[in-house]
Nanobody, 123 residues
């Protein structure tokens, strides 16, 4: 499975961005897809996740009410709509996928990772 992330950029505080993550290869094996982010000098952290078939969604407390994850199975793509962005949302955002995820927030549960896309929120 290969993941291609896109959609990052520079935005002002309060603005919006939409990230995309397209999966290719053995996509039928995917059970879950998620977004993580990593700010400079900090650990990579879970942001949001979605089950590929069941539609279950999981959000980090820091983004609830502002970020929305969705998917288009026909296009093998997951989207992350980010609204009301804050400077603390600045990070490289990575999409991740796996065949079986026990804990959506756990980095070690994911075998497949995209290359990352930079999101910068200016104050």
């Amino acid at each position: 499975v290969q993941l291609q992330a896109s959609g990052g950029g520079l935005v002002q505080t309060g603005g919006s961005l939409r990230l995309s993550c397209e999966a290719s290869g053995r996509t039928r094996s995917i059970e879950a897809m998620s977004w993580f982010r990593q700010a400079p000098g900090k650990e990579r952290k879970f942001v949001v996740g979605i089950s590929w078939n069941g539609g279950s969604r999981y959000y980090a407390d820091s983004v609830k009410g502002r970020f929305t994850i969705s998917r288009d199975n026909a296009k093998n793509t997951v989207f992350l709509q980010m609204n009301s962005l804050k400077p603390e949302d600045t990070a490289v955002y990575y999409c991740a996928a796996d065949r079986s995820v026990y804990d959506y927030t756990e980095i070690r549960d994911y075998d497949y990772w995209g290359q990352g896309t930079q999101v910068t929120v200016s104050s």
